[in-house]
């Protein structure tokens, strides 16, 4: 990273203004551009964990009905502690996802077993749980229980090297650099609702290839959109 690179994030990080204008920039587009799945519509964190769980390198289309089959079938940890392994896999072979039927049984009997049947509100208590990844972990604390707890993939780790203009590499979702930019950013009045926006306009607005600058909400904050977005000709709308 050169210098100048981390002085310019440094500034608009640690500028409070700044900070404010990008969390209501994107709460508002947020609240008008929201993508609907069905755990998103709940904050139980058991169901949250379980949607996590599920959606890990999985297409979130494909999850949605094998989702809400489990969620019928194992509405609590007790209920999946309990389950059969072929129950499972049956469950699961929509996903291709037979590797993590184990871990999945295993981990609700650990909720059981450790916790009393609760899901902590604790990351590495989380994350000490059999399958649960740091990212899993961080999106469970964030989404069910509304803590300021970053959740960096390969989306939320390209919306802030291109708004901070921060090179971005395979590492940077372990980056402490990265953490700590999602941190500050989304340490405001709702950081589920600003984590769950950035989300979005990753998938919306801000593609891998080819970014719709011209409509992004952030693009005069953004040291992409600054630079490249006047190259495109602005469309109407975000598009669906």
């Not at 609590?76 to 129950?87: K, Y």
């Not at 039927?101 to 909720?111: D, F, K, W």
Request: charged share 30%; net charge positive; with cysteine.
């Amino acid at each position: 990273m050169r210098q100048g690179d981390a002085g310019a994030a440094g500034a608009l990080i640690t500028d409070p203004g700044t900070l404010e204008e990008l969390r209501s920039r994107l709460l508002i587009w947020g609240r008008e551009n929201r993508r609907t799945f069905p755990w998103r519509e709940t904050r139980d964190p058991w169901r949250v964990l379980l949607a996590e769980v599920l959606l890990h390198r999985t297409r979130a289309d494909q999850v949605v009905p094998v989702y809400l089959a489990a969620v019928e079938r194992y509405p609590d940890p007790a209920a999946m502690a309990r389950a059969h392994l072929r129950d499972l896999r049956r469950l699961m072979r929509p996903l291709g996802l037979h590797w993590r039927v184990p871990l999945m049984r295993e981990m609700a009997r650990q909720i059981l077993r450790r916790h009393g049947g609760r899901i902590p509100p604790d990351r590495q208590a989380l994350q000490a749980l059999p399958g649960v990844s740091d990212y899993i972990a961080g999106a469970v604390c964030c989404f069910a229980f509304g803590m300021p707890e970053p959740v960096l993939d390969t989306n939320t780790v390209r919306v802030l090297g291109r708004l901070f203009g921060l090179p971005v590499r395979d590492s940077s979702r372990r980056s402490r650099r990265f953490r700590d930019l999602m941190a500050r950013l989304i340490d405001g009045p709702d950081p589920r609702e600003l984590t769950l926006s950035m989300l979005d306009l990753a998938a919306r607005i801000c593609h891998p290839r080819d970014p719709e600058c011209p409509v992004c909400p952030l693009r005069e904050l953004c040291a992409h959109g600054r630079s490249h977005g006047t190259e495109k000709r602005a469309a109407g709308g975000a598009g669906p």
